[in-house]
């Protein structure tokens, strides 16, 4: 039997197995002669389809929101990041080269950039609006004189980058968050399995043992033995050869 650790697509696969196999059997009369049995073998069978649909839709859910809408706000973000660091690198040669000495290493340059542009452009668009409004509050403090040409600089960048670092923020809990109700899917179709396992055993009775095990059958070699059949060879449509 699988486990909540087992892999979501495995556990569906073989829950949906069994479910159909339960199915499968309640409907034969000749190899379950009693009504009362078959009846309790359907409703056991359409519990565990149910939760394997509960389950797949989980995953469903995860994989799209993971794979398209989580990498479209990831990309979306690196491409404001992108164009944040430009705004930082302008910024910066803005202030040097109103400088005097046009040098780094002015004192006032330093009070704005005490460790170069570095410690701005290395994070990720999650923290650049963090990073953006500190370094506003830098320039708007200082004595520069292209501050006011800087400000305005940060002051459209600002308003962009927030809402894009923190959409990256919250589809990364949204992930997690898809992810727990997957794990709990996952729990709820392992729980199903063991119950209408006894379920199914109790309905065949002690003489449908075989037929039990038939239903729920290996979880860890069900898939490796499973048959694949090969397709038919396409039927000889040539004349045979004339005498």
């Known amino acids: 039997m699988p486990t909540v650790g087992s892999d979501t697509l495995k556990i569906a696969w073989y829950a949906a197995e069994v479910g159909g196999r339960t199915l499968g059997v309640a409907a034969m009369e000749n190899v379950v002669p009693e009504a009362k049995r078959r009846v309790a073998l359907e409703e056991s069978g359409n519990k565990v389809v149910a939760a394997v649909k509960q389950l797949v839709g989980a995953y469903v859910a995860r994989i799209v929101f993971e794979y398209v809408d989580q990498r479209v706000a990831f990309g979306r973000g690196r491409g404001v990041d992108r164009g944040f660091d ?56 200082s004595t520069l004189s292209v501050k006011t040409d800087v400000l305005a600089l940060l002051d459209k960048v ?32 392992v729980d199903t399995l063991w119950e209408e396992r006894k379920a199914v055993e109790n309905a065949l009775g002690r003489g449908g043992r075989g037929l039990a095990r038939f239903i729920y059958f290996d979880f860890r070699k069900g898939r490796e033995n499973e048959v694949v059949e090969e397709p038919a060879a396409p039927a000889d449509t040539e004349e045979p050869p004339k005498p």
């Open 86 to 141: 430009a705004v930082i690198a302008a910024s910066s040669e803005t202030i040097r080269t109103s400088l005097p000495d046009r040098s780094a290493s002015n004192p006032e340059y330093r009070a704005i950039f005490p460790h170069g542009t570095e410690e701005y452009t290395s994070p990720t668009v999650k923290e650049d609006e963090e990073l953006a409004i500190d370094l506003r509050k830098a320039i708007h403090d």
């Open 158 to 189: 600002i308003p962009i980058v927030g809402p894009v670092a923190s959409a990256v923020r919250e589809g990364e809990k949204q992930v997690n968050a898809l992810f727990q109700t997957e794990l709990a899917a996952r729990k709820l179709v």
